[in-house]
C-alpha cells in the first residue's frame, strides 16, 4: 500500500511534520521540534497522548529529522517510506509562481533565492537536503510563500527606490503567507457558494507572522509584506513598517547590521511595545489585569492592521468577505473587535455576541446585518501543501 504523504516546514530553529493518509485536510498525526540547536531543544508528537519524542543534547535539524522520523517509525504511523513529501519553502523569488517538483535544477533555484530570504530558505533547504537522504526514491515538492502573490500588479510590487535595485537585485514586493491567503480564499469561496476566481477578498493572517492580501477574482493583487516578511503589520517579535531614515540614528548608537537585524526582526512588535511577550494570549490577560505596555501593544497591533485593511480596499473593486485567520484571527475577539473599531466608515460592523461565540477555531461570520461581510475561517497551510504534492504525484501516475 501507498506510504502516507509527509508535509515538512523546517524553520531556523524548528521542524513541524505532518503526516496525511487519505483526507488531505487533516493529519493523522504531526510533530513538532522546538529550540533547535539550543540547550532547550525538545520535541513532541502531537497525539492523543503527547508524546515527547527523545533528543540528543542541542540537537540541530539533522538529529531532529531522524528522532522525528524514527518515532512515527516505531509508533507505526509511518509503516514504510512516504509515498511523496511536500516542503513548505519561504522565498521563491520570481522564478516560482507555483509549486515544483524538486530536482537538482529547483534546488539550485531555491538556493539562488536564499540571497532574497538569508534567515528562511537556509532551513527549507537543509530540511530537502535531510529528507532526500533519507527517503532517496519519495519524489519530494517545494510549495512557496512567495507563489501566490505572484500576480501582484507592478504598481504593487515596486518599491520606489532607482529602478536597478530591481533589475539588478530583485529589489521589490514579494509577500508572504501565500499558501494561507490561498487557503482562505478556497474556503470562503466554498462558504460562499462561488467559484474561486470570482471571490474577491481581504485575508488577514494574524499568527507570530502576520499579514493581509488584497484578493480580487481569486488573484493576489497586494499585500502587506514586501521583500521580507519583516515589512507591514505589527508582528510578534517584528516591528512592521518603520522610516528607513532610522537606520542613521541606530548606526550612530553604534548599534551593526547584524544587531539592526535582530532589533526589528526579534526584539520588536509585541514584546519590544509591551515589555513583556510577544503572545497575544499573555497580553490580553496582562492588559485585564491593568499592564500598561500590553494595553499600549495591542492597541498599536489593531490600528496597524486596520490601516492596513484600509489600504487593501484600494485593489479591490468589490469585497465578499473581511477573514480573520492565523492563532490571533482565529482566537482573539478582542483584537478583532479593537480593529474594526476603527473601520466603520468603511462599513464594517462587529456583531459582540457572533464575535465572542468565534473565539476558539470557530469558522463563522461576525457582522451586523448592516455591516459588510466579515468571516473568521481557520487556516490550513499543511492541508494546501498535502494538496500541491500529491497534484504531482497524480500527474506522475498519469504520465507514466
Ligand atoms: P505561527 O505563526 O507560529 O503559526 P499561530 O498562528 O499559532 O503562530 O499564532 C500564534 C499567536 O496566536 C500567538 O500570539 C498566540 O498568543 C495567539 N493566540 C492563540 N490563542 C489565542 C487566544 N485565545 N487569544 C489571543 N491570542 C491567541
Redesign the pocket.
Known amino acids: 500500500m501507498a506510504g502516507p504523504l509527509l508535509v515538512v516546514n523546517s524553520g531556523s530553529s524548528s521542524l513541524k511534520l505532518a503526516l496525511f493518509k487519505d483526507d488531505l485536510e487533516t493529519p493523522v498525526v504531526s510533530a513538532l521540534a522546538e529550540r533547535l540547536g539550543t540547550r532547550e531543544a525538545r520535541a513532541v508528537l502531537k497525539d492523543a497522548a503527547r508524546t515527547t519524542i527523545p533528543l540528543p543534547e542541542q540537537a540541530g535539524h539533522h538529529a531532529a529529522v531522524e528522532a522525528l522520523v524514527s518515532t512515527l517509525h516505531r509508533l507505526e504511523w509511518l509503516p514504510n517510506a512516504p509515498r511523496g513529501i511536500g516542503h513548505r519553502v519561504v522565498h521563491g523569488g520570481e522564478r516560482f509562481k507555483a509549486s515544483a517538483r524538486i530536482d537538482a535544477s529547483v534546488a539550485a533555484d531555491i538556493e539562488a533565492c536564499a540571497a532574497l530570504a538569508p534567515l528562511h530558505n537556509p532551513a527549507n533547504l537543509e530540511g530537502i537536503h535531510l529528507l532526500q537522504t533519507l527517503f532517496p526514491n519519495t519524489p519530494q515538492v517545494a510549495v512557496f510563500d512567495t507563489a501566490f502573490h505572484q500576480t501582484l500588479p507592478e504598481h504593487a510590487y515596486l518599491y520606489a527606490l532607482p529602478r536597478e535595485w530591481y533589475e539588478r537585485c530583485g529589489v521589490r514586493r514579494y509577500g508572504f503567507h501565500g499558501t494561507s491567503h490561498l487557503y482562505i480564499l478556497q474556503q470562503t469561496a466554498k462558504r460562499l457558494g462561488k467559484p474561486p476566481e470570482e471571490t474577491s477578498l481581504i485575508s488577514a493572517?494574524?499568527?507570530?507572522?502576520c499579514s493581509v492580501a488584497a484578493i480580487a477574482n481569486g488573484r493576489s493583487r497586494d499585500t502587506s509584506m514586501g521583500f521580507t516578511p519583516l515589512e507591514g503589520l505589527v508582528m510578534?517579535t517584528r516591528s512592521g513598517d518603520i522610516d528607513p531614515g532610522l537606520f542613521d540614528l541606530f548606526r550612530r548608537e553604534g548599534l551593526q547590521s547584524d544587531q539592526i537585524t535582530a532589533l526589528l526582526n526579534h526584539q520588536s512588535g509585541?514584546l519590544g511595545l509591551s515589555g513583556l511577550s510577544?503572545?497575544?494570549?499573555?497580553?490580553?490577560e496582562a492588559e485585564r489585569d491593568g499592564h500598561t505596555g500590553a494595553k499600549v501593544a495591542i492597541g498599536v497591533f489593531c490600528f496597524r492592521l486596520a490601516r492596513y485593511i484600509g489600504a487593501m480596499m484600494s485593489s479591490l473593486e468589490q469585497l465578499d468577505a473581511l477573514v480573520f485567520t492565523?492563532?490571533?484571527?482565529?482566537?482573539?475577539p478582542?483584537?478583532r473587535k479593537r480593529t474594526l473599531s476603527h473601520l466603520k466608515l468603511l462599513g464594517f460592523d462587529v456583531d459582540e455576541t457572533s464575535n465572542a461565540d468565534h473565539?476558539?477555531q470557530r469558522a463563522g461570520a461576525i457582522h451586523t446585518g448592516g455591516s459588510r461581510r466579515i468571516l473568521v475561517i481557520p487556516?490550513n497551510e499543511e492541508s494546501i501543501i498535502a494538496r500541491d504534492t500529491q497534484y504531482f504525484l497524480d500527474s506522475d501516475n498519469r504520465h507514466s
Open positions: 493572517h494574524l499568527g507570530n507572522g510578534g509585541l510577544n503572545d497575544m494570549r499573555t497580553l490580553v492565523g492563532g490571533i484571527g482565529e482566537n482573539s478582542e483584537v473565539g476558539h487556516t
